[in-house]
């Protein structure tokens, strides 16, 4: 059995082992939190190198990504640099291929028309992929990432501007404590709302969903969601505020739908390959001969009108 281990900023009361197979390959997927503690986090990884097969990074990435530059956190360089062994996955294949690819089904099949949507993106930086992806299908945007990563209640309204942006603050904020810029710890158990015109005004709402839930407000009646890293509590939650579709872009694994990091941490064990050496083509001809496709769940099924 495939060892799959994804070691999180994140609160262990989010904690998960589930079991499945892929291509005739048994895998044993494992979520562990470290409740926002980075040595912590940092020990757990060096632990396991070389003893399981992926190392999945939660609650963080390597870094920040938009067209074609990285901007690696120097919070996690500093950790990741001590593996040695084992392949490091932090999801961003994943969210660059079959994000982009997402989007272009749900359009393909009519379950969201993207060209006439309003588009909430709490952070394009996050989901470049999706965000790149949402610009193409001439979606109308609110994006959030000077929101919900600065703390500045200023919308941004095209990919455009965040061509302009990320240049000048993405070198900054790779620098910062990353507990800064996203919710970890016990901070991902805490619901302030704010910002709600723009989760009112939007007919989908989409990207990471701890900062999706992060300011959450009461009703969202008649929403889209399309997002990840679910479970069975997160899906109630949604259900009670009246979302109407919950689509995750990762399968459901026993009531969980894993991060991207752990699906990518798959993939580098399936192909034999660590995630930086896989190409856009091998990800998509991959997620085809699995059988991929993106979880549409009705929320609104059998609530009555």
């Not at 079959?98 to 393909?108: K, S, W, Y």
């Not at 579709?245 to 969980?256: A, D, S, Y």
């Amino acid at each position: 059995m495939r060892h799959i281990l994804s070691v999180s900023l994140g609160s262990s009361k989010r904690d998960k082992v589930a079991h499945t197979s892929v291509l005739g390959e048994d895998f044993l997927l494992e979520r562990r939190g470290t409740d926002g503690d980075l040595a912590r986090l940092g020990r757990l990884m060096v632990e396991h190198d070389g003893r399981v097969d992926a190392l999945c990074l939660g609650g963080t990435n390597l870094g920040l990504h938009w067209k074609g530059r990285f901007y690696p956190f120097r919070e996690i360089e500093h950790i990741t640099r001590q593996i040695r062994h084992t392949p490091v996955a932090d999801g961003a294949g994943v969210k660059n291929t079959l994000e982009r690819e997402t989007i272009r089904l749900l359009q393909e099949q009519g379950v969201v028309d993207f060209s006439r949507a309003k588009v909430f993106l709490v952070c394009a930086t996050d989901r470049f992929g999706m965000a790149e992806a949402l610009a193409e299908q001439g979606s109308q945007m609110v994006i959030g990432d000077l929101m919900f990563n600065v703390g500045l209640p200023v919308p941004i309204h095209s990919t455009r501007t965040v061509d302009i942006l990320a240049p000048l603050a993405l070198p900054l904020l790779r620098r910062l404590p990353f507990r800064w810029l996203y919710p970890t710890g016990g901070a991902q158990d805490v619901i302030r709302p704010k910002y709600e015109r723009y989760y009112r005004w939007a007919e989908v709402i989409a990207g990471d969903f701890l900062l999706i839930r992060k300011h959450l407000p009461d009703d969202l009646r008649g929403k889209i969601i399309i997002t990840n890293t679910t479970n069975e509590e997160d899906v109630e939650q949604l259900r009670r505020r009246g979302v109407r579709l919950l689509i995750t872009t990762t399968p459901v694994v026993e009531g969980r739908s894993f991060g991207t990091n752990v699906l990518e941490g798959i993939f580098a064990v399936l192909l034999g390959r660590r995630p930086e050496e896989i190409s856009a083509e091998e990800y998509l001809d991959l997620a085809r001969r699995i059988g991929w496709a993106p979880v549409i769940r009705d929320l609104a099924a059998g609530l009555g009108a």
